[in-house]
């Protein structure tokens, strides 16, 4: 499973990296050290507190992360599949996005909860780019 460092998290969550370490140093996600001595957030906590953060948010602030391109990056927190089409689910920071795609194609970029992604919006289309 991916892991993130404090500074990935919080480009994630839509932050500064001192707002991530707060939140770690509170207890409100939990961390590890790698080898090197470095913070990092399982992909999977850091899917489910992206959630926590967006719902409590309630879009009090102004959001950086539409670009000219529609780019949102953001955290999978969800992947749904059936036998032939799928429903990812991804957390760019209060922005909830949703992608119905086929199976096949989340196979291919091996989409899994946890992971970072991009969501790429063109009209009515949503489109996943694996990070």
Known sequence: MQSYT??????????????ARRW??????????DEAGRRLIDGRAL??????V?????GEEEVPYTSARNAFP???????????AAQV???AGPHRLVSLLTREAVEELGLEVGMEATARVKSTSVHIDRT
């Open 24 to 33: 770690a140093d509170a207890g409100r996600v939990t961390t590890h050290r």
């Open 6 to 19: 404090i500074g990935q998290a919080a480009r994630l969550l839509g932050v500064s990296p001192d707002t």
């Open 89 to 91: 689910e991804i957390q």
């Open 47 to 52: 899917a489910a507190f992206s959630v926590e």
């Open 74 to 84: 953001g955290i999978v927190t969800a992947v749904k599949l059936g036998d032939v």
């Open 54 to 58: 967006a719902r409590s948010a309630g």
